[in-house]
Nanobody
């Protein structure tokens, strides 16, 4: 059974930092593109960042470029999202997803999803 479990969310003040983790099991994690998405109340789920299986190529939404960094450790079956200079508009539930080698920025690219972790940024 495939499981993706996010952790590291919480409440932080604007300008602060958080690091999210996504632990994977039940799949050969090192062969999957990993993505991070987020969903704020009343809004659609949106792309945040993605990293290819090798970790050599990363993709970011314009809204987080320069502030967030995605990475992965295939030996630990874990992906990370380092978030800095957080803004109140970053408040959302953050989801980790695993998809094929061609997965990029759309939710339909990804086959497996975690349940999410809440990130709240206060002004």
């Amino acid at each position: 059974q495939v499981q993706l479990v996010e952790s590291g969310g919480g409440l932080v003040q604007a300008g602060g930092s958080l690091r999210l983790s996504c632990g994977a099991s039940g799949l050969t994690f090192s062969t999957y593109t990993t993505g991070w998405f987020r969903q704020a109340p009343g809004k659609e789920r949106e792309f945040v960042a993605a990293i290819t299986w090798s970790g050599l190529t990363t993709y970011y939404a314009d809204s987080v470029k320069g502030r967030f960094t995605i990475s992965r450790d295939n030996a630990k079956n874990t992906a990370y999202l380092q978030m800095s200079s957080l803004k109140p508009e970053d408040t959302a539930v953050y989801y980790c997803a695993a998809g094929s080698v061609s997965s990029r920025r759309t939710t339909t690219d990804y086959r497996y999803w975690g349940r999410g972790t809440q990130v709240t940024v206060s002004a």
